[in-house]
T-cell receptor
């Protein structure tokens, strides 16, 4: 079974701090994703990565950066945390796009990090 | 927005009843996926239906896809209290890399 592990379930930080959220997957997946989830807004994609050292902006990248130095690890960085970044953060991974089976593969999610910025 | 939209936003039923959730989307898709999320946890993939398929079953789940109406439905038969969760549709658009998630339907099954 695929396991996606996020380093913290709950995290409390202060405004202006640099915050690191870590995610590790154990299934050798090419693709990794960071989402934030807010009530009534569903999941919004922050960044994704389709290979080591590759990254693409999602829908709401402002105020965030990412790092993928190893295939199994994808880190989300809040450069200078602000209160409007208080949210649930979800990491996911998937195997590569396969055209013959309809393209995008199912994503496997971690249990999320509930981040509060005070 | 390319986001899929689920309907209803919330649904409350008795154990044993069937639950139907609907999803509408806006442009051509590669596939459509349904996910489940228990409170405070990550999403779990339930079922994937490709754009050239019309119906798919998995246990008590039945998914239909109507590409002419750009809509899908998820039916959970003989629901159980343990089915209480939020359910999300996710659409993978042709020509795009991203999978777009809707805002979800919150299902509450009363024992």
């Amino acid at each position: 079974d695929v396991k996606v592990t996020q380093s913290s379930r709950y995290l409390v930080k202060r405004t202006g701090e640099k915050v690191f959220l870590e995610c590790v997957q154990d299934m050798d997946h090419e693709n990794m994703f960071w989402y934030r989830q807010d009530p009534g807004l569903g999941l919004r994609l922050i960044y994704f990565s389709y290979d080591v050292k590759m990254k693409e902006k999602g829908d709401i990248p402002e105020g965030y950066s990412v790092s993928r130095e190893k295939k199994e690890r994808f880190s989300l960085i809040l450069e200078s945390a602000s209160t409007n970044q208080t949210s649930m953060y979800l990491c996911a991974s998937s195997s590569q796009f396969i055209a013959r089976t309809g393209g995008h593969q199912p994503q496997h999610f971690g249990d999320g990090t509930r981040l509060s910025i005070l | 927005s390319q986001q899929g939209e689920e309907d209803p936003q919330a649904l409350s039923i008795q154990e044993g009843e069937n639950a139907t959730m609907n999803c509408s989307y806006k442009t051509s898709i590669n596939n459509l996926q349904w996910y489940r999320q228990n409170s405070g946890r990550g999403l779990v993939h339930l079922i994937l239906i490709r754009s050239n398929e019309r119906e798919k079953h998995s246990g008590r789940l039945r998914v239909t896809l109507d590409t002419s109406k750009k809509s899908s439905s998820l039916l959970i038969t003989a629901s159980r209290a343990a089915d209480t969760a939020s359910y999300f549709c996710a659409t993978a658009y042709t020509g795009g890399f991203k999978t777009i998630f809707g805002a979800g339907t919150r299902l509450f099954v009363k024992a």
